[in-house]
């Protein structure tokens, strides 16, 4: 019996830099408009999740406030999708992920280039008035100090439930 080889055809992709990518977001924004990304990593997690989150972003102009989201560039170039968590002497910001525990900064006024103002998450359209924004922005950024035992907690939770389904599904199929 002769074997026939498939060949998998890959759709054509134009990759471009992240740099340059938005590098041209933040131009379009500056020129008063709003631009729409996808979220990538995991350090916003799990208010923000990659491969499922957009978020719209827009000029700073009236400024950054803490808890706010806020796309910044770090002096090595690369951009940053982070919470701000505490402003010394109104132009120094500290930076933090959700899923994180470690606090970046000093950030410097002019590194930030945009903040978030709108989240489209499974095609819904989130805004400020939605309580897990609130809660990540109010609450979750004074839990810094303990966010690492909470997220251990919440992984075990996880691990537990996932169990518990695997098992539910085979005593179902005895």
Known sequence: MEE????????????????????AICQILKDGKTAV???????????????????????????????????????????????????????????????????????MEEQIRAKVVKIMRNGIWISKTCFWWWFFEVIWIRLIPVRKYIWRGYQLWKTIWRRLERKNENEGRI
């Open 4 to 23: 026939k080889q498939v060949t998998r055809l890959e759709p054509h992709f134009k990759y471009v830099d992240t740099g340059q990518y938005l590098t």
């Open 37 to 107: 990304i996808p979220v990538s990593g995991g350090s916003m997690m799990p208010f923000l999740v990659s491969d499922r989150d957009f978020v719209m972003l827009s000029d700073i102009g009236d400024g950054i406030r803490k808890g706010d989201i806020a796309l910044y560039q770090r002096r090595n170039g690369q951009f940053i999708l982070h919470r701000v968590c505490k402003i010394k002497k109104k132009k120094l910001y500290y930076m933090i992920g959700d899923a994180q525990n470690v606090i970046e900064g000093p950030i």
